[in-house]
């Protein structure tokens, strides 16, 4: 591969990353509500709303308290969130 076909590529890349920053930023404007949200119940355990939000943070709440129990990365939704892994070594 050339030089100039190499600067192409690079421009290209480049463009494709300002055009997703900007689709970022209007998606995250535009996103009023949970991407998704459904009540979740497992055996005998009391039931707990699972929300989806903006920008991929997974949310679990009680929702007889509306207490969030777990919050994921943004983008990670296996993967705890530091500051609910502070708040349950607090309790």
């Not at 590529?9 to 996103?31: E, S």
């Not at 119940?41 to 929702?63: E, S």
């Not at 207490?67 to 990670?76: D, Y």
Request: with cysteine; net charge positive.
């Amino acid at each position: 591969m050339n030089a100039a076909t190499q600067q192409v590529q690079a421009q290209a890349l480049d463009a494709a990353a300002r055009c997703l920053k900007n689709a970022n930023a209007f998606a995250a404007a535009h996103i009023d509500k949970p991407l998704f949200k459904k009540l979740m119940k497992q055996g005998n355990a009391p039931r707990l709303l699972v929300r989806l939000d903006w920008p991929g943070v997974l949310r679990v709440f009680d929702p007889s308290t509306g207490e969030l129990v777990a919050e994921s990365l943004p983008g990670k939704p296996d993967q705890l969130a530091p500051a609910t892994a502070d708040r349950i070594r607090a309790r």
